[in-house]
């Protein structure tokens, strides 16, 4: 064998030497990356084992070996439970994702509502009435309220009457009179002269009207109320 191919080779020896040392080093570093993480591990395992032991220690009286035990059978026992528990939560969850947009615009149209009621002065007009009820709460007792709720029917019925057309239009008329008149400046009437204005004819459909009315009146009070 010539000189050139032995030095050929060893040339080719020392390169796989060195390709072999090279993948040796690689190993080794590896190895003593694995030991380093094994002893952090190691430390972190047997850290959390004592604060375990430590946290475990305050439960101990309340909690025996077999609770353990008893817990996970009753875990797999009800495995599907779980799962639909879970799935109906998943299900919720979606609903609740769904219908996430829906509930900001109705959420935004109630703002925009209460704002709308709050221009118009409605929460104000609520204000007052409780002052009202205040007040009427401060100035009658229990048994005027019980008054009021026995004779309630009979006053909705007066009041009923009283908004009727033709009652109105009486009561009107009456305002408008009164109105027009000049209390502070009357005319004096003497007897002889009341006497006179009593045959005129407006006269006589006045006292005809009290005096029906009147009559009216009476009998009502006679006649016997039913229930």
């Known amino acids: 064998m010539s000189d050139a191919a032995t030095a050929k080779q060893l040339q080719d020896i020392q390169a796989k030497l060195d390709a072999i040392h090279a993948e040796l080093e690689i190993a080794r570093r590896q190895r003593e990356e694995m ?3 094994r002893d952090d591990l190691t430390l972190i395992a ?3 084992f004592q604060s375990a032991v430590v946290e475990l220690e305050d439960i101990a009286p309340f909690v025996q070996t077999g609770d353990f035990l008893h817990l996970v059978k009753k875990i797999l026992r009800n495995t599907n439970n779980i799962n639909a528990a ?3 939560l998943e299900s919720t969850l979606d609903f609740i994702e769904d219908w996430r947009p829906i509930g ?3 959420f935004n149209d ?3 509502k209460l704002d709308d009621l709050d221009r118009k002065g409605y929460f104000v007009f609520l204000k007052e009435i409780f002052t009202v009820l205040d007040n009427v709460v401060t100035h009658y007792s229990a048994e005027d309220v019980r008054i009021l709720a026995d004779n309630i029917v009979v006053i909705l019925e007066t009041v009923k009457g009283l908004t009727q057309p033709e009652m109105l239009d009486a009561l009107n008329n009456a305002l408008t009179v009164y109105q027009n008149l000049d209390t502070k400046d009357l005319e ?3 007897v002889w002269r ?3 204005e009593l045959r005129s004819p407006e006269m006589k459909r006045g006292l005809g009207f009290i005096i029906t009315f009147l009559k009216n009146i009476s009998q009502e009070q ?3 109320q039913h229930a």
Do not use: M
Request: avoid cysteine.
């Open 188 to 190: 004096a009437y003497s």
């Open 104 to 106: 900001k615009e109705l």
């Open 46 to 48: 047997k850290d959390a």
């Open 194 to 196: 009341a006497i006179k």
């Open 110 to 112: 109630g703002l925009e």
């Open 86 to 88: 879970v799935s109906q």
């Open 222 to 224: 006679l006649t016997p």
């Open 35 to 37: 030991q380093e993480l």
